[in-house]
């Protein structure tokens, strides 16, 4: 999606199967139903397709209760899982269509 043009930020990760781009201040970014604006040069996830999936590793050095944050567009309604060593930790977290109004 992104030129390759020298830019770290459009060539992050490019040879590898993940569909990564970045917040943009062009405004490209935006939409009507955002909750909030995005920063920007943030690197973000899309394109993503069901049974995807990314495997992150977190180095955790204190016990503690965590918060997990997740800014997301979807064009359909979907879910995503959230596992601990290939282990559900939560029940799946509906996703609704953010291409028109979220009703909470």
């Known amino acids: 999606m992104n030129p ?3 830019n770290f930020l459009n060539e992050f990760r490019m040879k590898e199967g993940v569909d990564i781009s970045y917040t943009k201040t062009s405004g490209i970014d935006n939409n009507p139903y955002n909750k909030t604006i995005p920063d920007s040069n943030q690197f ?3 394109w993503t397709m069901p049974g995807e999936w ?3 590793i977190v180095q955790v050095n204190e016990t503690a209760v965590y918060r997990i944050e997740v800014m997301y567009t979807a064009n359909g309604s979907g879910s995503i899982s959230f596992d601990w060593d290939g282990r559900p930790v939560a029940a799946k977290l509906k996703i609704s269509s953010s291409t028109r109004p979220l009703l909470i």
């Open 4 to 6: 390759a043009n020298g």
């Open 44 to 46: 973000y996830i899309g």
């Open 54 to 56: 990314i495997n992150y």
